[in-house]
């Protein structure tokens, strides 16, 4: 499976993206898809993940700014940042899993500016 992800760019503080992760497969059977962020000379964060069930976690820092889905038909997973801030600027990466494996996409940068 390989996961392509998109939507990435430059906004202003308060605007909003859509990032978009494209799955090569059916992600239908992943157990669960989520997106990482890491911000420039940081580590990776965990940022939101959603199972196959629906079920949704967000870190708090993007809780009630941040949403989370997937559309199993269109074998895409989307996270809807509204309100940014320049500290949201980062390569953000989707990550998807499969049984015992995890696939990761190759990251789209936003940048945030004050």
């Known amino acids: 499976v390989q996961l392509q992800a998109s939507g990435g760019g430059w906004v202003q503080a308060g605007g909003s993206l859509r990032l978009s992760c494209v799955a090569s497969?059916?992600?239908?059977?992943?157990?669960?898809m989520g997106w990482y962020r890491q911000a420039p000379g940081k580590q990776r964060e965990w940022v939101a993940d959603?199972?196959?069930?629906?079920?949704?976690n967000y870190e708090d820092s993007v809780k009630g700014r941040f949403t989370i889905s997937r559309d199993n038909a269109k074998n895409t997973m989307y996270l809807q940042m509204n309100s940014l801030k320049p500290e949201d600027t980062a390569v953000y990466y989707c990550?998807?899993?499969?049984?015992?494996?995890?696939?990761w996409g190759q990251g789209t940068l936003v940048t945030v500016s004050s």
């Open positions: 497969g059916s992600i239908s059977s992943m157990n669960h």
């Open positions: 990550v998807a899993e499969q049984g015992q494996d995890l696939y």
């Open positions: 959603i199972s196959s069930g629906d079920s949704i």
